[in-house]
């Protein structure tokens, strides 16, 4: 890459921040959707298969072995890559979505939705899919979680699921053993309708929300997982039917069970900054 075209994706990448707040260059009568009075868009996606479909989660959490002490939630919260592949309750899985998506009130008829994470101008731009193995009760297979009913659709199975679950995440194949990998995409219009162009910036800082919510709810149920930017947009989009346009999978999130005693073979990812002596 010649250095001109590196100093324009930077600066390109850096107007993401700074345009946010700067309407420098902006035309006076530019006008977002929302003020247009242009229709809402949905405030979440319908279900890709038929409400019928769709599988109701359960939500009796107190039933979880849930860590409850705060501070240890925080201070234990870790990125875990190391996986032992036991089985992964439903009721743990849907606590996992609850935390990072779940949907808690509406706001007017159908003008936003309440949930377990902020949002600028709770426009939740986020759908949750997954590809789940070892999730008692449920078929491997990949999954379209639905916010509005908590509820989740079967997508279909996968032969290849490790295999998918690795390419998908830029080869990254420690991933492939866990229980529960979390592909979240942006429908970018749903917070484009109210922020017009400077909706990207709050998109990124909502989905920090989205996983620190994830690394925490799987922390107190002594699972792990990891937060994963290095996502191949081309085979997690065809994976679960989207466009890579409108809607787009951008951010990803292993979860699976772990134990303390496999400590040493996680430190093992930052083996390199002994190696160069960084
Ligand atoms: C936005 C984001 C993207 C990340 N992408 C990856 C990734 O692609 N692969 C990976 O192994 N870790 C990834 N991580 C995890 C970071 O490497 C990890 O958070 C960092 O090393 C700090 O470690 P900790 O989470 O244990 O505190 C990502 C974390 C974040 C927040």
């Known amino acids: 890459m010649n250095e001109d075209l590196i100093r324009r994706r930077i600066l390109l990448g850096r ?11 902006v035309d006076e009568d530019y006008e977002t959707d929302q003020n247009l009075k242009k229709p809402q868009p949905p405030l979440a996606k319908a279900p890709m298969r038929g409400p019928e479909q769709a599988l109701a989660l359960p939500v009796n959490f107190s039933e979880l072995d849930i860590d409850n002490d705060f501070l240890h939630v925080i201070n234990s919260r ?7 592949q036991e089985p992964m309750s439903l009721l743990q899985l849907s606590f996992l979505l609850w ?6 009130a509406l706001r007017g008829r159908s003008y936003a939705t309440l949930r377990t994470v902020p949002s600028g101008g709770a426009r939740h731009p986020f759908e949750c899919y997954l590809a789940l193995q070892r999730v008692e009760r449920l078929a491997d297979g990949l999954y379209h979680y639905l ?6 659709e079967f997508l279909g199975a996968r032969d290849d699921l490790p295999e998918f ?12 053993k866990a229980n529960a990998v979390f592909y979240f995409s942006c429908v970018f219009y749903r917070a484009e309708w109210r922020y017009g162009i400077w909706a990207h910036a709050p998109v990124l800082m909502d989905s920090g ?3 620190e919510n994830l690394y925490l709810a799987a ?7 990891c937060a994963i930017a290095a996502v191949d947009p081309a085979a997690s989009n065809a994976a679960f039917s989207l466009d890579g346009l409108e ?11 772990v134990r303390p005693s496999d400590k040493p073979q996680e430190d093992a990812f930052y083996a390199f900054v002994r190696e160069q002596g960084l």
Request: a neutral charge; charged letters at 15%; hydrophobic letters at 40%.
């Open 15 to 25: 107007s993401f921040i700074t345009k946010f707040a700067d309407d420098e260059g």
């Open 78 to 84: 870790a990125s875990r890559r190391v996986y032992t």
């Open 99 to 104: 935390c990072c998506q779940g949907v808690k």
């Open 147 to 152: 916010p509005l009913t908590h509820a989740l």
């Open 165 to 176: 679950i690795t390419n998908s995440l830029s080869g990254q194949a420690w991933a492939a």
């Open 209 to 211: 929300h989205v996983t």
């Open 219 to 225: 922390t107190s149920l002594g699972l792990g997982g």
């Open 247 to 257: 809607e787009t999978v951008f951010y990803a999130m292993p979860v699976g069970t």
